[in-house]
């Protein structure tokens, strides 16, 4: 294991350490977004200590999903089922 990938372990292992002190529940979630976006959210982290792609895709959606709320002049309801998955035509 080099120096990076060590260091690297021990982030993660704080930030999920931080994650459980707060109650902070958090799953998986897959998307697909264009290779130029993929290289820009990389180089930021990369420049910007202490920022992960977490984080930045965290607070993205969640302005996304303010913004829509407030458009919309409510929050959205709890799903009624499912969603529809792969590619939107």
Not at 3 to 16: C, D, M, P
Not at 22 to 37: D, G, M, Q, R
Not at 61 to 75: F, Q, S, T, Y
């Amino acid at each position: 294991m080099n120096t990076e990938e060590k260091a690297n372990g021990e982030e993660s292992a704080i930030v999920k350490e931080n994650e459980k002190q707060n109650n902070i529940v958090k799953c998986a979630f897959t998307l697909y977004i264009s290779t130029e976006l993929a290289e820009r959210v990389r180089n930021a982290v990369y420049w910007t200590p202490g920022l992960s792609v977490t984080k930045i895709a965290e607070e993205a959606l969640d302005a996304a999903i303010n913004r829509l709320e407030e458009v919309r002049g409510a929050p959205f309801d709890e799903r009624e089922g499912g969603i529809k998955r792969g590619k939107m035509l």
